[in-house]
């Protein structure tokens, strides 16, 4: 069985510009959890989809958004990136009230 | 707001050491408990969980048991192996899964042969 696929491992953009992350579940998953850790706050939680609809929402800026797709595959999308969005992302997908599976991760960076 | 708080870090132990990572939580009601792994380069591996007070958890040697009295999560190793260097984080959530995790800052293990 295929774990969670995250694309791409890097990404290097610069300040302003947007970017899109993707993340595809494990087959099966409905759920499909976006995180965001960094050094300095560690892991925090952004967003979850179910089904196509977003579930909860982390304490984030509106810049940070994302889409989940009729077959749970999400993308997340940072608009005008800040020097600060510089981060691994993490994925993580469960069938609805299971165990969280993660992927390994995009690491943006951002100059 | 919910939070969970991991003894300092780094840890450096020795090959077949006793291991105790300290971990405390703030939460209204009765959140489940969960220990993570993060291997160098990878994502985060469920290590082991609890979703109700008094429960174990256990899993490759180590175990948690969940303290709602201490509201504490400790994990522990009888003996642990160069393997087990990673970073470990403690987390909770309010839901019956693991669909919104709060996490610890993450404690640095290292073991030395």
């Known amino acids: 069985k295929a774990g969670v696929t995250q694309t791409p491992r890097y990404l290097i953009k610069t300040r302003g510009q947007q970017v899109t992350l993707s993340c595809s579940p494990i087959?099966?998953?409905?759920?499909v959890s976006w995180y965001q850790q960094t050094p300095g706050q560690g892991l925090q939680f952004l967003f979850e989809?179910?089904?196509?609809?977003q579930r909860n929402k982390g304490n984030f800026p509106g810049r940070f958004s994302g889409r989940q797709f009729s077959n749970s595959r999400s993308e997340m999308n940072v608009s005008t990136l800040e020097l600060g969005d510089s981060a691994l992302y993490l994925c993580?997908?469960?069938w609805g009230q299971g165990e969280a599976f993660f992927g390994q991760g995009t690491r943006l960076t951002v100059v | 707001g919910d939070s969970v708080t991991q003894m300092e870090g780094p840890v450096t132990l020795s090959e077949e050491a006793f291991l105790t990572i300290n971990c405390t939580y703030t939460?209204?009601?009765?959140?489940?408990l969960f220990w993570y792994v993060q291997y160098p380069g990878e994502g985060l591996q469920l290590l082991l969980k609890a979703t109700k007070a008094d429960d174990k958890g256990s899993n490759k040697g180590f175990e948690a048991t969940y303290r709602k009295e201490t509201t504490s999560f400790h994990l522990e190793k009888g003996s642990v192996q160069v393997s087990d260097s990673a970073v470990y984080f403690c987390a909770l959530s309010k839901d019956q899964g693991a669909q919104k995790l709060v996490f610890g800052q993450g404690t640095r293990l290292t073991i030395n042969p």
């Open positions: 993580a997908s469960s």
């Open positions: 087959s099966g998953h409905r759920s």
């Open positions: 939460a209204t009601g009765y959140p489940s």
């Open positions: 989809y179910f089904s196509e609809t």
